[in-house]
């Protein structure tokens, strides 16, 4: 049996005779969000009761996503808009993760952050004391290409952090180009490399991925990744949760982000097929991130559940 066979055979459809095997060996599910609880600004149907159920059980419930767009504060609040309780302290975003990778890692308090995103990043870099400039107010700018015109920017950045960002811009790259090559030790940090995300519920878009690689290739390095698949988030999830990994189910739509990041951490995987990932990828021979368990979407837990 060659290893994609392997794989492949690995990989469990859930149903209701393997669920309650999947509930007893976990105390703690970490969901993805965009294609896993909602696309866009829609609700995916029976996740909030799906999500009650899992409480009821006493189950520990966490939040991850590489969205960067959004804050915990602001995705606390799209979860209350949407009528699901959810509290900041369960949701952890690659925007959040920016920051803290700053944090852990020393970054000087007198340091300014450049950023190529949105609210989200700016927001969570403020709450860990750092200052942050660029985001949406450049994406109204223009970088002016003419004779004698010198592009200034700021010498005191010493890091650069890349998202996803709908107002990218000749100006956004060149700024955060020049932070990096001509500031000593400007560090370049990417929330995620996602090449597609469900910025809305009927199609995909562009993800952070295509903003990196534009920073990847005007600077010639490589970002330090804070987001899914890297695991520096698991820290804070072992922090807060106090559980082995062993014991959590990583919850996604994405085999390369979500179940990659369940599977580096030692964690359970369950691949939701609501959002990116679809079933002949995942059973194409050439794929070799296999789930534990596979299912069509988050509800199918309850519904297997039965009366």
Request: proline share 4%.
């Given at each position: ?14 149903s ?32 909030a ?42 949701i ?18 007198d ?33 002016q290409?003419k004779a ?6 700021d ?19 060149q ?14 940090i ?32 490589e ?6 698949p ?10 807060k949760?106090?559980?082995s ?13 979500d ?13 939701v ?9 995942l ?8 789930p ?11 519904e297997?559940?039965g009366?």
């Amino acid at each position: 049996m060659n290893s994609a066979t392997a794989n492949a055979s690995s990989s469990q459809r859930l149903s209701a005779q393997n669920l309650q095997a999947l509930l007893d060996s976990v105390d703690a599910f970490l969901f993805d969000c965009d294609g896993v609880i909602w696309k866009g600004d829609v609700l995916i149907d029976g996740v909030a009761q799906t999500l009650d159920m899992l409480r009821s059980k006493e189950k520990k419930l966490a939040f991850i996503t590489n969205n960067s767009t959004k804050s915990r504060r602001q995705n606390a609040e799209k979860f209350c808009s949407l009528g699901i309780s959810v509290t900041e302290d369960e949701i952890f975003t690659s925007s959040f993760a920016a920051a803290m990778f700053l944090k852990v890692n020393n970054f000087p308090q007198d340091k300014k952050v450049y950023v190529i995103g949105g609210e989200g990043i700016l927001e969570e870099l403020q709450l860990a004391g750092f200052a942050g400039l660029g985001g949406p107010e450049d994406g109204k700018k223009t970088a002016q290409l003419k004779a004698n015109c010198l592009f200034e920017h700021d010498k005191n950045v010493g890091a650069v952090v890349v998202g996803i960002d709908p107002h990218i811009n000749y100006y956004k790259l060149q700024y955060g180009t020049l932070c990096i090559r001509e500031n000593p030790g400007c560090l370049f940090i990417a929330t995620n490399r996602d090449a597609v995300g469900h910025m809305t519920n009927l199609q995909e878009w562009p993800g952070a991925g295509c903003m990196v690689a534009a920073i990847c290739g005007s600077t010639e390095k490589e970002p330090i990744l804070v987001g899914k698949p890297s695991t520096f988030m698991m820290d804070f999830l072992l922090q807060k949760f106090d559980i082995s990994c062993s014991r959590m189910c990583m919850v996604g739509d994405r085999l390369d982000t979500d179940i990659l990041f369940g599977q580096n951490a030692g964690c359970k995987t369950l691949l939701v097929l609501s959002g990116v990932t679809n079933l002949p990828t995942l059973q194409d021979p050439s794929n070799k991130i296999q789930p534990d368990y596979y299912t069509s979407k988050v509800s199918d837990i309850l519904e297997f559940m039965g009366p």
